[in-house]
């Protein structure tokens, strides 16, 4: 991504008119309620087209359930109009959720809980500038739910696995959306990474891997960092989802 297409992106963002939602007193409470309203792709109906949807609300809910009333904060890689971000804000009442997205022209909504952040997270030195500046404004250094929903490509998904899983608290949820997308989408496949689903087996079952992108030590550290890998599959061929809980 090009300086000036991204600038422009952002310029468009910034002036653009956003629905606010903080006081928009809406009487729903599950959260796959949410995903609709909003128009996430998340529900089990996707509201833009009316059909089935990824169907991740109730594996989102048997996570999140416990942290309702908890101040937390979630970074999501990948937020496109905002919808999941709406929804999970209302959700869990006390958290502040940080979107970063290569576009972010496309954001439609606005809270005070909800910051966006527009930039291309394969510029590794932007986005370590962009953390530092959470940290030092929001104060805010590890995120107790990373969310990877961005483009998907696997080796964006491994660099940013790579990159973010450091930033997560202890205990935390590192969530990999629609991870086998590469396996069902040939062009979006590199042949010299490993897939997602094998590296998962050989992170939970200690087996070191040939890698160009991991390091044989950076491949131990991520498994003395994971507690436990925990797959799901949604409604939809491509609908797998995968929660990684940090030790």
């Known amino acids: 991504m090009n300086f000036f297409s991204l600038f422009k992106r952002n310029l468009i963002y910034k002036f ?8 928009d007193n809406i009487k729903i409470n599950s959260l796959d309620g949410l995903f609709y309203h909003y ?12 059909n089935k949807g990824h169907g991740y609300s109730k594996f989102y809910k048997q996570k999140l359930e416990k942290l309702k009333n908890q101040k937390i904060n979630i970074l999501e890689i990948g937020s496109y109009a905002g919808a999941s971000a709406a929804a999970f804000v209302k ?8 979107c970063f997205d290569i576009n972010i022209s496309n954001f439609k909504y606005k809270s005070k809980k909800i910051h966006v952040f527009g930039l291309d997270i394969n510029n590794q030195n932007k986005t370590l500038k962009t953390i530092n500046k959470i940290a030092d404004q929001y104060k805010i250094e590890e995120f107790d739910i990373i969310i990877d929903d961005g483009s998907h490509n696997l080796s964006d998904i491994l660099i940013a696995f790579k990159f973010f899983f450091k930033y997560l608290k202890n205990e935390g949820l590192y969530v990999i959306e629609d991870f ?7 062009y979006n496949r590199n042949i010299d990474h490993i897939l997602i689903d094998k590296l998962f087996k050989n992170l939970e079952n200690k087996n070191t891997f040939n890698s160009n992108l991991f390091t044989k030590n950076e491949q ?11 797959v799901y599959k949604g409604n ?9 809980t940090k030790s």
């Not at 653009?16 to 006081?23: A, P």
């Not at 128009?39 to 009316?50: N, T, V």
Request: no cysteine.
């Open 16 to 23: 653009k008119k956003k629905i606010s939602i903080d006081n």
């Open 39 to 50: 128009g996430s792709d998340k529900a089990d109906i996707f509201k833009q087209k009316e």
């Open 91 to 98: 959700y869990l009442p006390e958290s502040n959720i940080f």
């Open 180 to 186: 086998k997308h590469p396996n069902y989408y040939r």
């Open 220 to 230: 131990l550290e991520l498994m003395e960092m994971i507690d436990k890998i925990e």
């Open 236 to 244: 939809l061929n491509d609908s797998d989802i995968s929660f990684i």
